[in-house]
């Protein structure tokens, strides 16, 4: 999907690819919890004007998991009570590593 | 339908029957009766040829056969309800028996369905022989054995002696006890809220991924044999979140023992022995950083190991090691003092002391930051040798011992000019000659904090804010410097503690890049001294505060606290603990206000923000 609007415009959504080629597309705004990818899409860069982030480094499973998460950060981003979300425990080491290099801290916004 | 003498209030609530059920039922023939006697019949049937009954026992419909007034039998309070195939293995002529008894019949009447007339036949035939004090066979070695309250149940339907009863208690699992109940339910889910606040971890919207993963690691932490080459930070929440689930033990802890890192934080060495520390020293060589919070049993062979080896230890933190010796410390800093940047000694009541801190110049001549906290033994003579660190620039003392103010003039005045930390705690007679000494010779400090000082006046602290040469502070902690005097509770004639100049000047000198202020207890603060700090038409604008405690500061309203969130752009917390005068104030979305006295609690203001 791309996001070539002539006035600057960006499309709702943008395409996260994986290190093997599996691409997921997300809503921009549930990405703006991850650091990186924020400042993938800020306003010069390749990414933010074709709305697609490569990440090298994230192979096809974690990404779908992180995009899982993304999605749940922003169902529940003005809720106070908040479920948890399931995360498999045979992944959560690689995805340990997936959040901190994606900037996905416990920060206050 | 049933014959039923008197009207019973009983239950009436009847299924539906079929068609030739009515049709028999009033010709008074009951389909019951019919059906358990066609049963009996093709039971005999199938014993004489030696065939075990297959079919379970007969489903009982709703109708009552008879009405008669039966004799009574005690029921033992407990029901327990067996299976079909125990029943089957009890004597059916003892069924029989239960089932033509009067009692039995009376009782089908009032029970509704199917399974509550199997239940209510289990029940009659625990009576049998489940009585304290009665006889029974053991079901299991067949014994013949009292009954007592404390007879346990066979699986299978019946009782056990008590040998047997204990064989069975050995070979079943111990008891799982209970899970802890998760706050469930309203009122447990406010509380939790409630609590988050108090604990710093409230936040609106999912936890971070990276929580997430981190507490379903603490979890399964058994199943993890290497946590891989993971960044530091990364590796120190994980410490973080295993020490506060007190799950660092020394299988743990080899996670954290890689050869090629350079830190090592354990915030919990509780369950960690003497080897494990020395384990540390061995795996990791190039040690730089150790922290050990909760290092009871960092004695002095821990001591002994980490002096022969060649690590150059930069920052040490200890926390509760008690079991260290005087001597041990000394050669220690004598023999490792070298390298040393940064030493913290928390809880070390009595062998760390004066000749530590005296041995600190000497064998410590790069220390940049000492932190000697709760502490018994070190006295003004330690604190006087301060003044020959010339590089120190974090100073933190918090004893239980009383130094005189004069001491730590002189420190200052010594050491003064470098210091970007200085934090004296709980120190009550500490004077304004200390504050002067701030003013005159300390030019780089960033926080500063000085709690329970009851001899500090109001003049002190405006002196020392006014025209100061030092940039703006950035951490500022000046609680409970009040008057504490019950015989004058409200007036304050001398003006002791920090009161309204010396707040103003505070806020006029630093509040430009202050990030957090605590005046808790600072309770001669005026309204007026608020109002003019935080302008209710937001003039004055303190960007980088993010929190900010005036807890039992009493003249603190909800106008003021209206006031502060409009002065604070960037005001993450708010603690108004003990501000009775604060009742219903709507807190922007994204802060938190701590300690509202009353029920409610915080109130998120909702769709509306018009602050924004």
Redesign the interface.
């Known amino acids: 999907m791309n996001a070539t609007n002539g006035n600057g415009g960006a499309s709702k959504y943008i395409t996260l690819v994986s290190k093997d080629g599996f691409e997921f597309v997300v809503l921009r705004e549930a990405t703006l919890?991850s650091d990186y990818i924020k400042g993938m899409l800020r306003n010069n860069m390749t990414e933010a004007r074709t709305g697609r982030c490569e990440l090298q480094d994230i192979n096809g499973v974690i990404l779908e998991k992180?995009v899982e998460?993304f999605h749940?950060?922003y169902k529940?981003?003005?809720?106070?009570?908040?479920p948890?979300?399931e995360?498999p425990?045979e992944n959560?080491?690689e995805?340990?590593?997936a959040?901190?290099y994606l900037g996905?801290?416990?920060?206050?916004h | 339908m049933s014959r039923q003498q008197n009207n019973r209030p009983g239950r009436q609530i009847r299924g539906p029957q079929s068609a030739l059920t009515d049709f028999l039922a009033s010709h008074n023939i009951s389909a019951n009766q019919i059906r358990l006697d066609a049963d009996a019949r093709r039971r005999a049937a199938e014993q004489e040829n030696g065939v075990t009954a297959p079919s379970n026992e007969p489903s009982a419909e709703q109708q009552a056969a008879e009405d008669e007034v039966g004799e009574s039998s005690t029921l033992t309070t407990t029901v327990t309800v067996t299976t079909r195939t125990s029943r089957r293995k009890t004597d059916q002529k003892v069924i029989d028996k239960i089932k033509a008894s009067k009692t039995y019949q009376k009782r089908k009447r009032n029970a509704g369905n199917d399974d509550e007339e199997d239940d209510l036949l289990d029940a009659m035939l625990r009576d049998r022989a489940s009585l304290p004090g009665q006889m029974d066979n053991c079901a299991n070695c067949g014994k013949r054995f009292t009954v007592t309250a404390y007879s346990r149940n066979h699986p299978d339907g019946g009782l056990l002696c008590s040998p047997c009863g204990k064989e069975m208690d050995k070979d079943a699992p111990p008891k799982k006890k209970p899970a802890k109940r998760v706050a469930t339910g309203p009122v447990g889910r406010r509380r939790q809220v409630q609590s988050k606040i108090l604990d710093g971890t409230f936040q609106l919207g999912a936890k971070s991924l990276m929580s997430l993963c981190i507490e379903t690691l603490a979890k399964n932490i058994d199943l993890a044999e290497d946590l891989g080459d993971l960044p530091q930070p990364v590796i120190d929440k994980i410490a973080r979140k295993l020490s506060k689930q007190r799950l660092l033990n020394p299988t743990t802890l080899s996670l954290f023992l890689q050869p090629t890192t350079d830190e090592v934080c354990i915030y919990d060495g509780a369950k960690l022995s003497a080897n494990d520390y020395i384990r540390i020293f061995q795996t990791v060589p190039g040690l730089k950083k150790l922290k050990a919070r909760n290092a009871i049993h960092f004695k002095d062979e821990v001591m002994d190991f980490l002096v022969s080896r060649k690590t150059e230890l930069e920052d040490f933190y200890l926390h509760g090691s008690n079991l260290i010796d005087e001597e041990k410390w000394l050669e220690f800093l004598e023999k490792k003092g070298k390298s040393l940047k940064s030493l913290r000694v928390y809880w070390t009541d009595k062998h760390f002391g004066d000749s530590a801190l005296a041995a600190l110049p000497s064998s410590c001549p790069s220390l940049v930051r000492l932190k000697v906290c709760h502490n018994q033994k070190v006295t003004g003579e330690g604190i006087k040798h301060l003044a020959e660190l010339k590089h120190l620039k974090h100073l933190s003392i918090d004893l239980r011992n009383h130094v005189h103010s004069d001491i730590y003039v002189q420190v200052l005045s010594s050491i003064g000019r470098n210091l970007e930390t200085f934090s004296i705690t709980r120190e009550i007679d500490l004077d304004n000659t200390v504050l002067d000494a701030i003013h005159n010779h300390c030019r780089s400090l960033q926080k500063l904090r000085i709690t329970d000082s009851e001899v500090m006046t109001d003049e002190g602290f405006a002196r020392l804010f006014t025209k100061w040469e030092n940039k703006c502070l950035l951490f500022v902690d000046l609680q409970k410097c009040r008057q504490v005097d019950s015989a004058h509770p409200r007036e304050n004639p001398d003006n002791i503690g920090l009161c309204d100049k010396g707040f103003k000047a505070l806020m006029a000198h630093s509040g430009r890049k202050i990030q957090h202020l605590n005046v808790h207890g600072c309770r001669h603060i005026s309204a007026e001294a608020f109002e003019a700090v935080f302008p209710a038409n937001g003039k004055k604008i303190y960007p980088e505060l993010k929190k900010l405690e005036i807890s039992f500061c009493e003249e603190v309203s909800d106008f003021i606290v209206g006031s502060i969130f409009k002065c604070c752009p960037n005001l993450h917390e708010l603690n108004v603990f003990g501000c009775m005068k604060v009742k219903s104030v709507r807190v922007p979305k994204g802060k938190i206000l701590v300690g509202v006295p009353n029920a409610v609690g915080m109130v998120i203001e909702g769709v509306d923000d018009d602050e924004e």
């Open positions: 919890c992180v998460y749940y950060w529940y981003r003005d809720r106070e009570d908040v948890d979300m995360i425990v959560c080491l995805l340990v590593v959040a901190d996905m801290d416990s920060k206050p």
